[in-house]
């Protein structure tokens, strides 16, 4: 035990200090501070291009049925409103009224200006909006001026027939929230609001990233260092002090820390920028609040996580035995590469329908459990025997996968030359006993 807690620490201690893992850790720092710093960056520009954030002004053309002055009317009573209609005292003729227009909308003297259809006499006209500025989505100058003319259009058709409340209440847009609801008692995931849907939709995303970065990059690196050891005959002397199964466990242990280390750095930067005060703002308005996680997501993710670590650890550990050179190593992990992009992709894939067959039967496969169950924890609805079945499993698979690569491992790291053939390693694994 004392050497295999000796080659923990050596392993952590010197895969933390390459640069490899600086850079890695830096970089991953950049990229979480940029993309929750984002919201607040898009949100000025909204603000500058779409928002708007100085007031603008807005001309109608055609104005047959009076509505340019009940527009004005109901700005007027918006006191937050950085809209404001100007009505239009040209020639009155609508052609040469709009080149105005365009000459005020080139000078910038106005954001744009409305035109209005010629209908029936006593009829609510349709409008079309002119600006140098549409965007498709996300304009709140178009969005406010549909709102607007919808009240006014209320007032146009019932006249005094209602009062001003029940017509506040008909232009008032109907609002629904969320809330999924579980079908049968005694399973995880159901009975969240649409805050906490939108934060376990933003923490199992994350987890499968981490997951797969992670599980992947600390793999690679378990074989390659096992493999560079062969490749240098420091094997040779290390096998004299060391214990091949203290190596392997000690290297997979280590690796481990280094990986949890990795997620704790992240975690960290998350949440120093998700309480920065500009983010705070931006965050709520956007509905996304963090605090709504369901502690029981973040315990199971931690769970399958370590789990599915360590299952493709060993397999890793094992393969990178088997390579003599480093050349080989790339075209030997390639199985236990696509059994770990299959897992990711697989739940990537279904973020949107995780209560599928497909994911259902990969949450009880062991490589592909641990990203299908964070997505149905988090997301879909599973009950909490096939959790825990699941991780039944995993233990089972780790167990076997564990000492069929103790054994390979035994094996393989004084085996050079050619890699060796399934029959080589199945005749030299005779040869002892775990």
């Known amino acids: 035990m004392s ?15 390459t640069k490899s893992f600086i850079v890695t850790t830096i970089i991953l720092i950049l990229l979480v501070t940029a993309g929750i710093n984002s919201f607040y960056v898009m949100s000025l520009f909204n603000k500058d291009e779409g928002g708007p954030a100085k007031a603008e002004v807005v001309a109608m053309v055609n104005d047959t049925e009076g509505v340019a002055p009940a527009l004005q009317a109901y700005y007027k009573k918006q006191s937050d409103s950085k809209l404001s209609i100007q009505v239009n005292d040209g020639s009155g ?39 140098s500025n549409i965007r498709v989505t996300g304009d709140s100058t178009t969005k406010s001026l549909e709102t607007a003319l919808g009240s006014v259009k209320t007032d146009f058709i019932v006249a005094d027939s209602l009062t001003d409340a029940q017509k506040k209440q ?21 009975n969240q609001t649409e805050e906490q849907k939108i934060a376990a939709n933003i923490l199992v995303y994350v987890m499968l990233f981490l997951f797969f970065m992670t599980a992947y990059m600390t793999g690679n690196m378990i074989a390659a260092e096992v493999t560079a050891e062969k490749s240098s005959r420091i ?15 000690g290297k997979v242990m280590g690796m481990f ?16 920028n998700v309480n920065l005060p500009h983010n705070v703002a931006v965050l709520k308005e956007a509905h996304i609040d963090m605090s709504q996680i369901d502690p ?10 370590i789990l599915g670590y360590f299952l493709f650890a060993v397999l890793f550990a094992a393969v990178g035995s088997m390579v003599s050179r480093t050349e080989d190593l790339g075209q030997a992990i390639m199985p236990i590469t696509l059994l770990s992009l299959a897992s990711f992709y697989i739940s990537m894939f ?33 009950a909490y025997w096939e959790v825990w079945l699941s991780i039944v499993l995993l233990l089972v698979a780790i167990f076997i996968f564990g000492w069929l ?19 080589e390693l199945r005749k030299a694994m005779k040869a002892y006993k775990i």
Request: proline share 5%; net charge positive.
């Open 3 to 17: 050497n295999m807690k000796t080659i923990v620490g050596f392993t952590f201690k010197n895969k933390v200090k």
């Open 93 to 131: 003729d609508p052609a040469t009224d709009e080149a105005k227009l365009k000459q005020d909308l080139a000078a910038k003297k106005i954001a744009g200006y409305l035109v209005a259809s010629e209908g029936k006499a006593g009829e609510f006209p349709k409008f079309i909006y002119k600006s």
């Open 170 to 190: 008909l232009s008032e847009p109907i609002t629904m929230s969320l809330e999924q609801v579980a079908v049968s008692e005694g399973n995880a995931g159901t």
């Open 235 to 249: 094997m040779e002397i290390l096998i004299t002090s060391v214990s091949p199964l203290s190596q392997m466990f």
């Open 257 to 272: 820390l280094v990986g949890l280390t990795q997620i704790a750095v992240f975690v960290a930067a998350v949440a120093v």
């Open 296 to 305: 029981m997501l973040l315990i199971y993710g931690l769970v399958f996580y």
């Open 350 to 382: 279904s973020l949107a329908t995780p209560n599928t067959m497909l994911v259902k039967v990969a949450s009880f496969i062991p490589f592909t459990s641990p990203t299908s169950m964070i997505l149905r924890l988090g997301l879909g609805e599973v």
């Open 405 to 423: 690569s103790a054994k390979i491992y035994r094996t393989g790291v004084l085996m050079y030359g050619k890699r060796p053939s399934w029959k």
